[in-house]
């Protein structure tokens, strides 16, 4: 199906490469970009992420692809003017020229050739929306790092694009003034409904920002989705890790029935939810946050079928959460708030019982073992 017959695509890629030096380190068959959305490109460093904006953003001449635009074909190897027109890009360092804030973020109105009465209109207003107002006359070489990239990002919406790329732009800062502006264009892009384009390696920056998410690895997309399904239901053990599933069991079906089977994993058995035959490979996942620890014996009634005595390893504070790694024959991987801490007396070396029900184990079939 083309853009034309589907126009709720406002930017599609077919068959996008970009080689460097004869190898191949961007290869997407395809992808669309929806009006209104914020997608997530996420991955480990050099996973093709800012290569992939870059070309999106007509910066970077792909070795071969075709591109269109709100079902307008647009040539990708020449760059077109009036695409690049109506998008933006914000890279991870700030870029700024030597003048004054005002002028950097009234740069590309400037550019687009708009008049100066439309830039004195339209530009207080976000230096307001960006928190830089009282910044408007001083001198971009005399602003913090988190100053600088509110006048980038400022300087990218004033334009109105219709696609924002986002390049890892709060990867150089410090977590406080990280924080707060992700929280600001968190709520920028749903005011303005601007799409966007972000990457990322940062997971919590995805979940914040992003209707869909696309994971990233060695130039190519191995899952794209709505965020709630890639995090779910990863589809494959580097997906699983990378978005946040910290328990990845290799096991083998030992027995199913009505819907529910059970797997043998190094040290234990794990139920789980799904049709399987025994002897199937399968890698049983387990988000943290679906795990409950308690103290009580003998084991708590609960509807959890999963149900393990273990001894806590280790506990390692992470802001609102900790992270428990608790030994129950297999490592599993637990996050509890800091009143839960207290409130069960946690700490290392001591007995726990961990539970998690069937339906909280995403399940990856790997096939049946070699004969």
């Known amino acids: 199906m083309s853009s034309k017959d589907n126009p709720a695509i406002l930017l599609k890629a077919e068959e996008l490469q970009v080689r460097r030096g004869g190898a191949l380190v961007l290869d997407i068959p395809a992808l669309d970009i929806f009006p209104g959305q914020v997608l997530a490109l996420i991955g480990p460093n050099g996973a093709g992420k800012s290569t992939l904006l870059l070309t999106l953003a007509c910066l970077l001449k792909p070795s071969r692809g075709r591109f269109s635009f709100n079902g307008r074909e ?69 602003i913090s790092g988190g100053e600088a990239q509110r006048t980038s990002l400022a300087r990218a919406f004033v334009t109105e694009p219709e696609i924002v790329f ?87 079906v030992l027995r199913s029935s009505d819907g529910v089977f059970t797997a043998a994993v190094e040290g234990g058995e794990i139920q789980a939810v799904g049709h399987l035959r025994p002897r199937e490979r399968v890698l049983c996942c387990i988000r943290p946050e679906h795990v409950t620890l308690s103290t009580n014996t003998p084991f708590p009634e609960s509807s959890a079928r999963n149900v393990f005595s273990g001894t806590i390893r280790k506990i390692t504070p992470l802001g609102l959460f900790h992270r428990v790694r608790v030994d129950c024959g297999f490592d599993l991987v637990v996050y509890v708030t800091r009143q839960s801490i207290e409130e069960l007396s946690l700490e290392e070396g001591k007995t726990v019982i961990a539970s998690f029900k069937a339906t909280a184990v995403h399940v990856i079939p790997r096939g049946a073992p070699p004969n």
Request: hydrophobic share 45%.
């Open 74 to 142: 647009i040539d990708a190897g020449r760059g077109d003017v009036d695409y690049r027109r109506r998008v933006a890009m914000v890279f991870q360092e700030p870029l700024l020229f030597d003048a004054t804030v005002f002028d950097n973020v009234a740069a590309g109105l400037r550019i687009r050739g708009v008049g100066r009465a439309e830039i004195g209109r339209a530009v207080p207003g976000y230096l307001e929306l960006f928190g830089i107002a009282p910044l408007a006359m001083r001198s971009a070489r005399k």
């Open 166 to 252: 986002l390049d890892e732009p709060f990867s150089s800062l410090d977590p406080p003034t990280r924080e707060a502006l992700l929280g600001d264009l968190e709520r920028i892009i749903r005011e303005t409904r601007t799409t966007a384009v972000a990457s990322t390696h940062d997971q919590t920056e995805a979940l914040r920002l992003a209707d869909r998410m696309a994971v990233m690895n060695e130039g190519k997309i191995v899952q794209i989705g709505p965020v709630a399904e890639v995090i779910n239901r990863p589809a494959d053990g580097f997906v699983a890790s990378f978005v946040g599933v910290e328990t990845v069991l290799p096991g083998c």
